[in-house]
């Protein structure tokens, strides 16, 4: 009788070793790993104040409202920073990451940049930035747009570089991310959510 117990609980104790051993082996989704990533100077940090990190967005950013860009508030910048580069993207669209806004050559004269709220959507902005064409075919902010049903993130990622970047006409997110290789000290992300009303 003890012989079988003895057995029985072996048996148990394997069964129980293997099921951790998958779930283990299994990927684990955190929403802080896989925001906040960095290069460089840790300590650099973003956020706006307008909505919370990984809370939702209000309406007035998006396209049913006035379609606004938010404040966004760099700190901790590293000292050999020339200048921040900004995009902000939603990779949970059906057609894939749609870009919604790319900015760059921000002039850094402290350890904070204050990108300030509501930037007209022209090339030349705040003496001497540029943005970039979204995916909406337009220079500048284009805010959340998802169709219904499930909330999508909205990626701001920014930037801090050695350099000012040498691009003129209407540039891309891919012809920043390829302009920006090499000069990279610091990067942050964070998201917001949104959700069609």
């Given at each position: 009788?003890?012989?079988k117990?003895?057995?029985?609980?072996?048996?148990?104790?394997?069964?129980?070793?293997?099921?951790?051993?998958?779930?283990?082996?299994?990927?684990?989704?955190?929403?802080?790993?896989?925001?906040?990533?960095?290069?460089?100077?840790?300590?650099?940090k973003?956020y706006?104040?307008?909505?919370?990190?990984?809370?939702?967005?209000?309406?007035?950013?998006?396209?049913?409202?006035?379609?606004?860009?938010?404040?966004?508030?760099?700190?901790?910048?590293?000292?050999n920073?020339?200048?921040?580069?900004?995009?902000?993207?939603?990779?949970?669209?059906?057609?894939?990451?749609?870009?919604?806004?790319?900015?760059?050559?921000?002039?850094?004269?402290?350890?904070?940049?204050?990108?300030?709220?509501?930037?007209?959507?022209?090339?030349?902005?705040?003496?001497?930035?540029?943005?970039?064409?979204?995916?909406?075919?337009?220079?500048?902010?284009?805010?959340?747009?998802?169709?219904?049903?499930?909330?999508?993130?909205?990626?701001?990622?920014?930037?801090?570089?050695?350099?000012?970047?040498?691009?003129?006409?209407?540039?891309?997110?891919?012809?920043?991310?390829?302009?920006?290789?090499?000069?990279?000290?610091?990067?942050?992300?964070?998201?917001?959510?949104?959700?069609?009303?």
């Amino acid at each position: 009788m003890i012989k079988k117990f003895v057995i029985i609980l072996i048996f148990i104790i394997l069964g129980l070793g293997s099921f951790y051993q998958c779930r283990s082996s299994q990927p684990s989704y955190s929403s802080n790993d896989s925001l906040n990533t960095q290069k460089g100077d840790i300590s650099m940090k973003a956020y706006s104040p307008d909505f919370k990190t990984e809370g939702f967005i209000p309406i007035n950013y998006t396209c049913q409202s006035e379609d606004i860009s938010p404040e966004i508030i760099i700190e901790n910048i590293p000292e050999n920073t020339k200048s921040i580069a900004l995009i902000c993207d939603d990779p949970d669209a059906p057609v894939g990451t749609w870009v919604h806004w790319v900015i760059i050559n921000i002039k850094v004269d402290s350890s904070k940049v204050i990108i300030p709220r509501n930037i007209p959507k022209t090339q030349e902005v705040l003496n001497g930035a540029k943005q970039g064409i979204n995916d909406f075919k337009r220079i500048g902010y284009g805010g959340p747009c998802p169709p219904p049903g499930s909330p999508h993130r909205y990626f701001f990622k920014i930037y801090a570089l050695d350099t000012f970047l040498n691009l003129d006409g209407e540039f891309t997110k891919a012809d920043v991310e390829r302009a920006m290789q090499g000069h990279i000290i610091a990067q942050y992300k964070f998201y917001g959510l949104y959700q069609r009303k």
